[in-house]
C-alpha cells in the first residue's frame, strides 16, 4: 500500500498545546501499552505498519512541522514538504510527483490519500488498504472512503451514493449543512465525507498538469508559491464522473476540538493534575512544571502549556479559533529533530530558553550576526565545536559565543541547556548555516 498522509493545520483549536509548529497531530494524549503517550501522528503510523509492514508511508506537510514529525517518527520517515501552505489539491500534486520523481513509484500503482488526524482503530486501515486494491482494478478514477453518519453533523460535507451496496457509484455531493438538512440527508443514506481516497498516481498527476504548468517535482516545488490555495474536493473530486464510495462503519473520530479530543483520553488527566470528588466530566492537561487544582467544577477542560492556560465549558472549547487568532505571541515550545526547546523567560533584550537534545543528535553548526549566546549545561554530557574548537561538556559547565562565533552542540547522552540570548535585535531569522568539517 502506498499512502500519503495529509499533515497540515495550525493548531488553533486545541490552543494551548498547539500553535502553527506544533499542530494537534503532535499532542502526546493517547496512552500506549507500555504506559507511555504517543500522538496521534505516532498512532496513525504505528497503526498502518501494523496493518501493512510493507505499506510505503509519506507525510505531506508544511516546512515547519517537518523537524515535529522526524523527532517522533524517526529521521528515515518519508516527507513531501510544501514551501508554503496552499490547501490540498496543491499539496496532493506535490506528493503525486514526488513519490513518482523522488521515491520511485510507478505511476501505474495506486496510492490512498488520508488525514493524519483521525481516532480510529485497526480496521480503518484495513479498509484503507481495501481501497487501494479497488483502485488498482480500474472500475473508477477516484474511490472514497465514506463515513457513516452517527449523527447529524454541520461539520462534514455528505456523499450520497447510488445504492446502499458497500461499494457504490457516487450520485451526489453535498456541502456542510444545517442539522436539520444533515438528518434529510442521512435518511437518504448519505456518507460522511472524510477526506480519505484512493486513485493511481498517473491520474493524480494528469490532473495537477491539467491545471498547474510543471515539468517534474523539482519545477512544482520551485514555483509552489505561486500556486492557487484550493482543495482537492473542488478542483478534482466534484468534477470527477467516475468515481465510486466505499462505505465505513467502525469508529471514527475527528478529534479537532478539545471536546472530541477528551472524549478519546485514557483517563481524566494527564501530568500533574488533581481534582475533587465534586469534579464531573472534568479534563485536565498540564505541560507545566506546577500543579492544576480542579475543585467542583462540571464539563470542563483545562489545559496548560508553556504557551498559555485554557480553562473552558467543553462546549464552548469549540469556538476557540477567533480568540486564539487574536494572541499575538511567538512560539514557546517545539519540537527539532534533534530534541525540543522551551521559552523560559523573554526579556527586553534577552531570550532564555530550556533546549533538550536526544542521544546522538546536534545542532546545526550556525551564527548569529545580532546576538550573543550562554550555553549552561544542567543535566548529560555532550561536545560543543565553537569556531572549529571541539570541547565535551557536563553538568555546570557554560559555554559563550560572541555574536558572529560559529557553533554547534552534540549530545552524548540526552543533553539539557539552559541557553540564552543576548542582544537587541533577537530574532529566529538571525542564523547563518554552515557545513560542519571535523
Known sequence: MNIVLLSGGSGQRLWPLSNHVRSKQFIKIFKTEDGEY????????????????????TVATSREQVSAIQNQLGEGVSISVEPCRRDTFPAIALSAAYLTDIVGIHKEESVVICPVDPYVEDDYFEALKQLGEQSDKGRANILLLGIEPTYPSEKYGYIIPENKAILSNVATFKEKP????????IRQGALWNGGVFACKLKYLLERAHEQIEFTDYQDLFDKYNTLEKISFDYAVVEKEKRIQVMRFDGQWKDLGTWNTLTEAMDGSSIGDARMNDKCENVHIINEMDVPV?????????????????LVSDKEQSSYIKPYVDGIDQQVMFAEKSWGSYQVLDVGEQSLTIKVTLNPGHQMNYHSHKNRNEVWVAVHGSGRTIVDGMEQNIHE?????????????????TRLQLVEVQLGEEISVHDKQKYPLEY
Do not use: F, N, W
Not at 444545517?178 to 440527508?185: N, S
Open 178 to 185: 444545517d442539522a436539520e438538512t444533515a438528518e434529510v440527508y
Open 396 to 412: 555546570g559547565d557554560v559555554i559563550t559565543m560572541e555574536a558572529g562565533c560559529r557553533h554547534t552542540v552534540i549530545a552524548v
Open 293 to 309: 487544582l480542579a475543585m467542583g467544577l462540571k464539563d470542563v477542560v483545562i489545559s496548560a502549556s508553556p504557551q498559555g492556560i
Open 38 to 57: 504517543e500522538s496521534m501522528v505516532q498512532r496513525v503510523y504505528r497503526q498502518i505498519r501494523k496493518t501493512d509492514p510493507k505499506a510505503q508511508i
